[in-house]
């Protein structure tokens, strides 16, 4: 099985240069990837007016750089992403990216931070099986989940998110573009497009051959546009970034939908995928330092309400034994006790 790459360098900056797979819906054998490789990289570069490109050249899968995945069950594996914020030594790659290979076809689980980690997952994909990419399933909108989609759009995966997920990505892909360069470095993001979804599903059966896949859009929670996936045959849950492990949760929609989300019975469900850290967990005990952390943040916030405090004095409060197991606490809490506050306060 080969592979187009396509040298590309940023238009304003020659010298930030880097290979771009340009991925096939079905598998190329190397005379196959060679033919018409110039019109397929040409075509490509008119969809990125800010790159150009510096030649091709056809590469065999076990050649290109692959994420490492871990079986969970048989058919259902997991890339771990570092439980750190996002910064130019993980270049972004924090979130945990799961993929179902069934009989007939392969569906993926959020698409990683850049164009270039999709195209790891891809390759490790590949490595494994060449039946066709049927769906990538975004969690949410978050760019360390979203920002890979564009490269499975093009393997020709269909790429579903909750309904209100399109909004949520077309509303901040602008001020992502302007903020996200400088935390995790230029270079890590070339040729990296923040899409929305093809379509929004409230709820959806995906049958891919002896694995069935459960799509449910959730009330808001972590965001207005959480989606979670549960695999029937083992009973495991991808729950996004409802459930964090080891990185602060950070509250981007509703506190208290949130916190009745992690409530709810789930008896089918035997384990779940967090959207960060060590995967898999024990549900529910494995959502447990998610809710703990939550709940302390809801019972302080109530309190400095009542106690008039401004938004401004509560969210200096902080707890030791928090930022001692939390990666990221210090940057993230303050934000998510000024969104608790604001929510809040209306109670």
């Known amino acids: ?41 040409a075509s490509w570069l008119a969809t990125h007016p800010d790159l150009a490109g510096r030649g091709t050249r056809c590469a065999a899968t076990d050649s290109l750089p692959a994420l ?9 594996l997991v890339h771990e992403g570092t439980p750190a914020m996002p910064d130019r030594t993980n270049r972004g ?25 999709a195209e790891a997952l891809f390759a490790a994909i590949r490595l494994r099986s060449p039946l ?16 890979g ?40 993001l070339l040729g990296t497009r923040p899409v929305p979804p093809d379509r929004g599903v409230a709820g959806e059966r995906i049958d891919l051959g002896d694995a069935t896949l459960h799509l449910r859009a959730e009330a808001t929670a972590h965001t207005d546009n959480d989606l979670t996936v549960f695999h029937a045959e083992s009973g495991t849950l991808f729950t996004g970034d409802l459930v964090f492990n080891g990185l602060l949760p950070t509250l981007d929609g509703s506190l208290t939908g949130w916190l009745g989300w992690l409530d709810e019975s789930r008896p089918e469900v035997r384990r779940i995928v967090a ?59 303050p934000r998510n006790a000024s969104a608790a506050y604001a929510e809040l306060e209306w109670e």
Request: proline share 8%; with cysteine.
């Open 149 to 188: 989609a564009d490269l499975f759009r093009e393997a020709g995966a269909e790429v579903l998110g909750a309904p209100k997920l399109a909004a949520g990505i077309e509303s901040r892909a602008a001020a992502w573009l302007q903020s996200y360069p400088p935390q995790v470095g230029t270079e890590a």
């Open 275 to 333: 959207g960060h850290g060590p995967a898999p967990l024990p549900w529910p005990s494995g959502a447990a330092a998610t809710r703990g952390y939550l709940d302390r943040l809801r019972t302080d916030i109530r309190a400095a309400i009542a106690a008039g405090q401004p938004m401004s004095e509560a969210i200096r409060q902080s707890h030791p034994q928090d930022a001692a197991r939390w990666q990221g606490y210090y940057v993230s809490h």
């Open 68 to 76: 490492t995945l871990s079986e969970v069950v048989p058919g259902v």
């Open 1 to 41: 099985m080969y592979h187009l790459l396509l040298t590309a360098c940023l238009a304003a900056e020659p010298a930030t240069c880097a290979e771009r797979l340009l991925p096939a819906p079905s598998p190329l054998t190397r005379e196959e990837c060679e033919t018409g490789a110039e019109a397929r990289a």
């Open 132 to 147: 066709p990419i049927r769906a990538l399933i975004l969690t949410h909108m978050h760019p360390d989940h979203s920002f």
């Open 93 to 117: 790659a924090i979130a945990n990216l799961g993929v179902v290979i069934g009989q007939d076809a392969i569906a993926v689980i959020d698409a990683g931070a850049s164009r270039a980690e």
